[in-house]
């Protein structure tokens, strides 16, 4: 065991604890987790975490890209199969996606031969929300609740021996001693830790009530208008993208086209108790990161960049990084 190797992952995101999970799985490494926020103070844990990647997620080639989204299926499927999934906070439901404007809108080519059931809509499903809506698209898929996934994930880490450290790494050279190799999931914290200016926020925020009643997700016109349900009967509406922005203060006339918008889709909703509001930065790159870098001596694979596709796909990057640096130290690359 004193032979093994050292590796750090930075970050306690979905990201990061999902690379963690993986490595604690497939090697007998010393693995250290870094990271200067967790649980409730990552990105992650605003996110509505539904299983639904768009066109805007990219990995280098389509290939790739479609890989990372089927290795992410199968892997929060894996889960879901297990009696611990309630506990992970993953569960299955239906999304029903509709439009005023046409059913190609409607659509999700990347998932379409992916999940268990996936069709046009009814008339009949077309009128579960009222007469407004022309067109839409039904299908199953999971969220993954990372109020729940997170703190999973973290105390099974610990249980294996994974060792965490809250601390803020300010830059590579300062951690290259203590590591052989390092997993880089800082998210929007790439931009400052390696200078990547491709990363950049999209400024998110929703409402948090509760609607125990809510069974299945609702989208609207081109995904602005989102009601996805939660395992603990709170439901997440939403949606901003701030393209661009760093503020995270809560916006209040945002949370009123929010409630307006969800209302107008979902009448039910107006009786359902508001329990709050959250803010996050999405970390978006037009190609997300997953590639090694040598920084200085320090073997660096990079894992960032998902934008507001992070939950969905952290395993299928997760396992491409996990392979990458794993064949660095088989082969001693030094890249
Ligand atoms: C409103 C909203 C709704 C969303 N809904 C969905 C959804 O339904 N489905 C979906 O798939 N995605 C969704 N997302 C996107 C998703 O939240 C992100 O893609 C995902 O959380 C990114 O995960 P991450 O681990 O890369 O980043 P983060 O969760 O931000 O984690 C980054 C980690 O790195 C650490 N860190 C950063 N810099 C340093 C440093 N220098 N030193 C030490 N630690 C550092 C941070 O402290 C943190 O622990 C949504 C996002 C928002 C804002």
């Known amino acids: 065991m004193d032979n093994a190797p050292r590796i750090g992952v930075i ?58 989204i089927h290795d992410s299926w199968h892997y929060w499927q894996d889960i879901l199969r297990t009696p611990e999934s309630p506990k992970a906070g993953i569960f299955s439901f239906n999304c029903y996606v509709y439009s005023t404007k046409s059913y190609e809108a409607t659509r999700n080519r990347l998932i379409e031969d992916l999940v268990p059931y996936y069709k046009q809509m009814s008339d009949d499903e077309l009128n579960i929300v009222g007469g407004q809506q022309k067109y839409g698209s039904f299908f199953s898929t999971v969220k993954i609740g990372c109020d729940s996934y997170l703190p999973w994930t973290e105390k099974r880490l610990k249980n294996n021996g994974v060792k965490i450290i809250q601390e803020k790494v300010e830059s590579f050279a300062s951690i290259a001693k203590k590591f052989d190799l390092v997993f880089n999931c800082t998210g929007l914290g790439a931009r400052y830790l390696c200078g990547d200016e491709d990363v950049i926020p999209i400024r998110g925020q929703i409402a948090k009530v509760k609607a125990p009643w809510l069974k299945a997700a609702f989208y609207g016109d081109f995904a602005d208008t989102y009601i996805i349900p939660g395992i603990d009967g709170l439901a997440t ?86 392979n990458i640096g794993l064949d660095l130290l088989k082969t001693n690359s030094k890249l």
């Open 11 to 68: 970050g306690a995101g979905v990201v990061g604890l999902t690379v963690a999970d993986i490595l604690q799985k497939n090697t007998k490494a010393k693995i250290t987790v870094i990271a200067e926020t967790f649980r409730e103070d990552t990105v992650s844990s605003v996110a509505a975490g539904i299983f639904r990647p768009a066109s805007t997620f990219k990995g280098p080639s389509k290939e790739i890209t479609k890989k990372w």
């Open 237 to 322: 509406l939403g949606g901003v993208r701030g393209y661009d922005s760093y503020n995270t203060e809560f916006n209040k006339h945002e949370a009123a086209a929010i409630f307006e918008r969800c209302y107008n889709l979902l009448p039910p909703l107006r009786k359902a108790e508001v329990l709050g509001h959250r803010v996050g930065l999405r970390p978006h790159r037009a190609v997300v990161r997953v590639e090694p870098e040598l920084v200085g001596d320090l073997r660096v694979v990079h894992c960032y960049g998902h934008g507001g596709y992070g939950v969905t796909t952290a395993p299928g990057t997760a396992l491409y990084a996990v």
